[in-house]
């Protein structure tokens, strides 16, 4: 089956820009979603499509998804951004969706 | 504005069946995928499978082939997944996901919004 791989923590310090990767078997020939979660919330779309950003999303969250990786940027990153991050993808020979592990934002 | 409202926690023995509603409003019930994902407590987000509202089709993650059931009531625009013999580390929060419009059949997709979840707590 089809897997996403995100690393389980990353740190950055406030005003810094963060990257977290997400890699999977030619990712790049499928679109990839990202989902921010902070304790006790839902998740929220914050990218879809590789890149595209929904209108409530700060512009300092970006996407971009090559080869077998794709990656969320958070510019300027900020103490309210701290929170679990998952990367997202369809899985066309199983017609299933599939989400990497999940990644831990702090901000120090 | 696009809002989904699930039913309240769950307490259920091994075994037996649980079934979480989902409300949904806003928007056009019948023209996007509703989707199902649960999350095990201090785990990752897992995808159960996902209904075609128009049609009743649905999709299951092979994991929960057999066990689980979604379906949909399109004159109350509520979506409903029902997962059976359930067992101890089916312990979860379970969230419904709006996915994207029913014309799209594979990719791209993403979730916006998620219900609230709901806590579903199996004993034994």
């Known amino acids: 089956s089809y897997e996403l791989t995100q690393p389980p923590s990353v740190s950055v310090s406030p005003g810094q820009t963060a990257s977290i990767p997400c890699s999977g078997d030619?990712?790049?020939?499928?679109?990839a979603s990202w989902y921010q979660q902070k304790p006790g919330q839902s998740p929220v779309l914050v990218i879809y499509?590789?890149?595209k950003r929904p209108s409530e999303i700060p512009e300092r969250f970006s996407g971009s998804n090559s080869g077998n990786t794709a990656t969320l940027t958070i510019s300027g990153t900020q103490a309210m951004d701290e929170a679990d991050y998952y990367c997202q993808a369809w899985d066309s020979n199983t017609a299933s969706v599939v989400f990497g592990g999940g990644t831990k934002l702090t901000v120090l | 504005q696009v809002q989904l409202v699930q039913s309240g926690a769950e307490v259920k023995k091994s075994g037996a069946s649980v079934k979480v509603s989902c409300k949904a409003s806003?928007?056009?019930?019948?023209?996007?995928?509703m989707h199902w994902v649960r999350q095990a407590p201090g785990q990752g987000l897992e995808w159960m499978g996902r209904?075609?509202?128009?049609?009743?089709?649905?999709n299951y993650a092979q994991k929960f082939q057999g066990r689980v059931t979604m379906t949909r009531d399109t004159s109350i625009t509520t979506a409903y997944m029902e997962l059976s013999r359930l067992r101890s580390d089916d312990t979860a929060v379970y969230y419904c996901?709006?996915?994207?419009?029913?014309?799209?059949?594979?990719?791209?997709?993403?979730?916006?919004?998620w219900g609230q979840g709901t806590l579903v707590t199996v004993s034994s």
């Open positions: 996901a709006r996915g994207v419009v029913v014309e799209v059949v594979a990719d791209p997709n993403w979730f916006d919004p």
């Open positions: 806003g928007y056009s019930f019948t023209g996007y995928y």
């Open positions: 030619k990712l790049g020939d499928k679109y």
């Open positions: 209904i075609n509202p128009n049609s009743g089709g649905t």
């Open positions: 499509q590789d890149t």
